[in-house]
Nanobody
Framework: QVQLVESGGGLVQPGGSLRLSCAAS????????MGWFRQASENQRELVAG???????NYADSVKGRFTISRDNAKNTVYLQMNNLKPEDTAVYYCNAVVIIRTSVGYSTREYWGQGTQVTVSS
């Protein structure tokens, strides 16, 4: 019913920048919180940054001052600008969204994930 499509990952040298995008489509009434998570190798998936429907943001301590999350509500899209990338930022990055959808019996709030995009920081 709702699809999240990510783009913008790739290989970058330490100190470089990347911008991730995640566009939501489908039977969307409203998108509440959106966020980016990452998972490196066998580590647990961790929150990188989140943004509420009203625009409030929060970040993992490891990325504060380097990453910026933003959203375009008209396009149902969330972005992650990543600057001064470090090798430890290497991971698969996943988009997440809490979405209100219309169902046959009314409205429902559900959580969706993107397919993931690889970010590799290496010289």
């Amino acid at each position: 019913q709702v699809q999240l499509v990510e783009s913008g990952g790739g290989l970058v040298q330490p100190g470089g920048s990347l911008r991730l995008s995640c566009a939501a489509s489908g039977s969307i009434v409203r998108i509440n919180a959106m966020g980016w998570f990452r998972q490196a190798s066998e580590n647990q998936r961790e929150l990188v940054a989140g943004i509420t429907g009203g625009g409030s943001t929060n970040y993992a301590d490891s990325v504060k001052g380097r990453f910026t999350i933003s959203r375009d509500n008209a396009k149902n899209t969330v972005y992650l600008q990543m600057n001064n990338l470090k090798p430890e930022d290497t991971a698969v990055y996943y988009c997440n969204a809490v979405v209100i959808i219309r169902t046959s019996v009314g409205y429902s709030t559900r959580e969706y994930w993107g397919q993931g995009t690889q970010v590799t920081v290496s010289s």
